[in-house]
């Protein structure tokens, strides 16, 4: 087998070490070193997962009512439990649990809080098709008082750092600090993640859209249109793209990345607020576009912008190439325009009808 010289490989503790802030302290890097580690066992694990019967239902459902796998409980826990002693993090919050993850008093000493989805995705597990990790970091908001709920609910705009694991052909960290997106790729037989994708801009044109089209009567009229506009069926100003959905958030959002595209996952009429969680799916994510050159929004603002008011709460997601998401907002505004003034009519109607009626 063919190797790079030695200069040429970059691991991701190489890369993390020389592209830390001057003023960090190491926290934060030893903290991205953490979620790395944690990424590297959980792959071990989904590499095996048909190996070592740990496919099928451990038997739980979690907080969304859905059936936890059981690598969505190994991920949950080994993520945990990489993070919660180290003194780097004041609390963390994960898809899986509940409430919020608390950490032993004598080890909440850090400043940082942990986000995490650990397995996402995890309906296809049982089918062999790629899942991931999603995580954020932010800073705890008061120094003094660490630890509490408002540590989490904080909005994407703080977030200090984002990234995914994805457990695919094979296993890549992508993740940002603001300062653009890289991505690694685990060498297994070096059981290190190494540089291979730096400075990850989304390009232009867009490659791919992706939604999931079965849904198409359960959203409003603007989204309907939108969709048809992405295929082309709805004027000619579209780029022209192929339908790509894996079902799997990680995967498709890496597939956009690289390609350039569009993920939408609009509010249904049993949906309204559509099914992806602000704070482990969709705030990271947006992080990661808009580092690399894209926008993430939820129809009308950015999902960055928005502030969390539960833990789990959900967003309505179009994020991908900037001009196709903003092009998501038009229609979407489009369509409150209309509705506004077909409020506006009826209640005149309404007025002049009763007016009649006197
Ligand atoms: P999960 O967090 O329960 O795994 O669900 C999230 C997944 C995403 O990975 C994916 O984008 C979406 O659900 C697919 O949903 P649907 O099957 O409704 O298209
Ligand atoms: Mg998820």
């Known amino acids: 087998m063919i190797r790079p010289r030695t200069e040429q490989i970059v691991t991701i503790e190489r890369f993390i070490l020389e592209h830390q802030p001057q003023e960090a302290k190491g926290d934060f890097t030893n903290l991205l070193y953490d979620v790395a580690l944690a990424a590297k066992a959980i792959a071990h ?25 059981k690598l969505d409980v190994y991920a949950d826990t080994i993520i ?38 650990p397995l996402d995705g995890s309906s296809n597990i049982d089918v062999n098709v790629s899942i991931g990790t999603i995580f954020a970091i932010f800073r705890c908001v008061d120094w003094e008082k660490r630890g509490r709920l408002q540590d989490v609910l904080q909005p994407g705009r703080n977030m200090v750092a984002a990234g995914y694991v994805l457990y ?3 296993t890549m960290l992508v993740y940002t600090t603001g300062a653009g997106v890289h991505g690694f790729t685990l060498d297994p037989e070096l059981g290190e993640f190494l540089l291979t994708n730096d400075n990850m801009r ?5 490659r791919y859209y ?5 849904y198409f009567g359960r959203w409003s009229p603007g989204v309907q249109q939108y969709v048809r506009w992405l295929g082309g ?10 339908q790509r959905y894996i079902g799997s958030l990680v995967a498709d959002f890496h597939r956009n990345l690289l390609r350039g595209g569009v993920f939408v996952y609009p509010a249904e009429t049993n949906k309204p607020q559509g099914k992806l969680r602000l704070l482990y799916e969709a705030a990271p994510l947006a992080f990661l576009i808009e580092e690399a050159g894209g926008y993430a929004s939820d129809g009308y603002r950015s999902i960055r912008d928005i502030e969390p008011l539960d833990l789990h709460q959900r967003v309505p997601v179009f994020i991908g190439n900037r001009q196709l998401v903003e092009k ?6 489009q369509e409150a325009r209309v509705q506004a003034e077909m409020s506006e009519n009826e209640a005149l109607t309404e007025e002049v009808l009763s007016e009649e009626a006197l």
Do not use: W
């Open 328 to 333: 998501a907002e038009e229609f979407l505004a």
């Open 210 to 214: 992706s939604v999931n089209h079965s």
């Open 80 to 117: 945990y439990r990489l993070c919660d002693h180290t003194g780097r993090l004041c609390c963390m919050a994960s898809e899986e649990q509940e409430e919020l993850v608390e950490i032993p008093p004598e080890y909440a000493k850090g400043n940082y809080v942990l986000v995490y989805d």
């Open 45 to 69: 694990k989904t590499n095996r997962a048909g190996l070592l019967d740990v496919l099928g239902r451990a038997g739980g459902v979690n907080v969304q009512g859905e059936d936890q796998q």
């Open 202 to 206: 989304v390009p232009e044109p867009p």
């Open 233 to 242: 069926r709805d004027g000619n100003d579209a780029p022209l793209m192929s």
């Open 168 to 170: 695919g052909a094979s």
